[in-house]
């Protein structure tokens, strides 16, 4: 069975410091990797993907991700965060067609 | 292009009431799902269509949830009777189908059921 394990439930940190949230998952097949971000009083909504091609992906607002396919990890980066990065971070894996597995989410707040 | 629109954005029920939730996925989504996400837990797939049959209900607790999609369009899911733990926020998703597409889901805002 797919799971997804993040590392940090909550993450605090002032503006302009640098950003890694942890993502490790267990999927039988090949996988596709996803962050997406659910910003205060919104929906859902897609930061980056990764299907297959250049481990090293780029997502919307200065965000990026790294899979290492050996440590079967795909943890979030961004080098200096905006107070507007507030948000819910949550990493999630799926296969082909398949519905998406979650992980319980980050709740990341940065204080000004 | 408009988004997954969901109704109602909020309701209360007592326990052992019935509840239903509507979802219009975006147009030409072929695939659609329904998300249950309990507060302080990240959303858990309920149930998934391609078109109007399902392909995966596995975690759909069938003695109460029930979801519908007629004429591969919208869809309702319904929960009848409701317990107290069935308060969460009930998220629907729509992707297209093909390679391209698939799996990348675009959420409505979702329906917080609250159960009382």
């Known amino acids: 069975a797919q799971s997804v394990s993040q590392h940090n439930h909550h993450v605090i940190l002032s503006e302009a410091a640098s950003l890694e949230l942890g993502c490790n998952y267990s999927?039988?097949?090949?996988?596709?990797l996803f962050w997406y971000v659910q910003y205060p009083g919104q929906h859902l909504q897609l930061l980056l993907k990764?299907?297959?091609?250049?481990?090293l992906v780029k997502g919307i607002k200065g965000f990026e991700a790294e899979f290492i396919k050996s440590k079967f990890s795909f943890n979030l980066r961004k080098p200096s965060v905006q107070w507007s990065d507030t948000a819910e971070y949550f990493c999630?894996?799926?296969?082909?067609?398949?519905?998406?597995?979650f992980g319980k989410g980050t709740h990341l707040i940065i204080q000004p | 292009e408009a988004g997954v629109a969901q109704s109602p954005r909020y309701k209360i029920i007592e326990k052992r009431q019935s509840v239903a939730f509507w979802c219009n996925p975006i147009?030409?989504?072929?695939?659609l799902y329904w998300y249950q996400q309990i507060l302080g837990q990240g959303p858990k797939l309920l149930i998934q269509?391609?078109?109007?049959?399902?392909?995966?209900d596995s975690q759909l607790p069938k003695d109460r949830f029930s979801a519908e999609r007629l004429k591969g369009v919208d869809s309702t899911l319904k929960i009848q009777p409701a317990k107290l733990e069935d308060s969460a926020v009930y998220l629907c998703?729509?992707?297209?189908?093909?390679?391209?597409?698939?799996?990348?889901?675009?959420f409505g805002a979702g329906s917080r059921l609250t159960v009382l």
């Open positions: 999630a894996v799926g296969g082909g067609a398949d519905g998406l597995t």
């Open positions: 147009s030409g989504h072929a695939t």
């Open positions: 269509f391609q078109n109007n049959g399902v392909v995966d």
């Open positions: 990764y299907f297959s091609g250049d481990p």
């Open positions: 999927y039988g097949g090949t996988v596709n």
């Open positions: 998703a729509s992707s297209l189908w093909g390679a391209s597409g698939a799996n990348v889901l675009t």
